[in-house]
């Protein structure tokens, strides 16, 4: 069963998950959660609901006491056990009942897992990417888990990111010869899926065993490394401009020419093959659209880079290009939006760039939209804090900026970053005990964080 965007799906459905939304938007997660359920029973592959409805889900019981809790908890095991004797014979059913436990326990293990492994026997990897990256999240070093998500990434199509994990598990675990088969598996996926071929049925089947010769494994490899030299692009361009006649449907090529041209600094050609994906038949999908704009912003930076910063005009050509630059990032954005409206993570890098243009209020509306992102709330809130307190909302500033701390258990850099704005903003605020407090957090554990070290010294030699 293929996974669907939003204009994939039936009108009444679509208009339904638009209530879905609203409920969403106003707060009425019990509402949001109920009909979200009912365009997922009619429209399992629905991946944007998936989406929503785990926001819901987590907002509606992120602030539930320690007895609903203990409920959910306590009716979730038998539900367990029911899901994983479905699982085989009907793994959509599978994922109804792993729903079931979700919406009163969001962060069941059992059912994520249960609904990770489910859908990706229903053919739906991007559901099941979604639930292992919530279990990760729990468990970030757990090496089983890890595997099974590199391998429902390769299935989604993505490649690089599984790639990077698997490399990172090989240098964790050196002596585990099982993640370098995956990785060779990988590249061999890889290459089938360019070149239209079908996976291996038993996925056990080394990349060298289905290729012809050495010297095609050797291609094999100077294709997957991500920087290419010119050489070896120049030969790829070569290769795969010769292939388009003989498949001209396969997407991926043209992809695959963009990238490689784009590389070359042939920006122009590179943009050439973008468009004659996005004219094609079922061309038309945000990656897509962002590869086009990353493209063209490249582009830009590049002929930034050629003008003489001895000329006397440097400084007036260099801001020009550069506000063309930001004015195209804006209005590419803008079209995106408008495209898949339903898109969070658009609208949090349109909340980006409305934030670094100084238009603060766009910004707040689109980080308002990107919070209920699992994905991106915790930046959307960071954001938040920032944009109310530039407008000197101070107090709204702080209470965003508080809510995404507690939400963050991890004190990794972007609890850092969070917490050092927090300090930010009680300095505004002229409350230097409060902002104190939140630099000695960042001081005791990253002395070199920012000017934090500078900060709690002149402190403490004003005492």
Known sequence: MPEKNVTEIPRDVRELYQK??????????????????????????????????????????????????????????????KAQMTMRKNPLEAIQIAEQILNTDPQSSGAHKILAEAALAADLPRTSCFSYEILLKNSPKDYSLSMDYSQALAKAGQIPKAESILTELARQFPNKGEINQALKDLSARNTMDEGGYEALADGKGSYRDILKDKGQAESLEQENR????????????????????????????????????????????????GEKIRSSEGGTDPSLDRLIADIT???HNHILSLLDPTAPDYAEQSARIEAERQAFQLQECQKRAERYPTDLQIRYELGELYFHAGKITEAIGEFQKAQANPQRRLQALGYLGQCFARRGMNDSAVRML???IKEKPVFDEEKKELIYQLGCVFEKMTKPEEAIEQFKQIYEVDISFKDVGAKVDAYYAGK
């Open 226 to 273: 991500q920087v290419k030299s010119e050489d070896v692009a120049d030969r790829l361009i070569h290769e795969y401009e010769e292939r388009i006649p003989k498949e001209p449907k396969n997407l991926k090529l043209f992809r695959s020419l963009a990238e490689l041209y784009a590389q070359k600094k042939d920006f122009d050609r590179a943009l050439e093959y």
């Open 297 to 299: 912003i490249k582009k």
């Open 20 to 81: 879905g939304s609203t409920a969403l938007q106003r707060q009425n997660f019990e509402y949001a959660i109920a009909i979200f359920n009912q365009v997922l029973q009619r429209e399992p592959g629905f991946f944007e609901c998936r989406q929503a409805l785990r926001a819901a889900q987590f907002k509606h019981c992120g602030g539930t006491g320690f007895f609903k809790k203990m409920l959910g908890g306590a009716s979730s095991s038998p539900m367990v056990a």
């Open 402 to 404: 508080q809510n995404a």
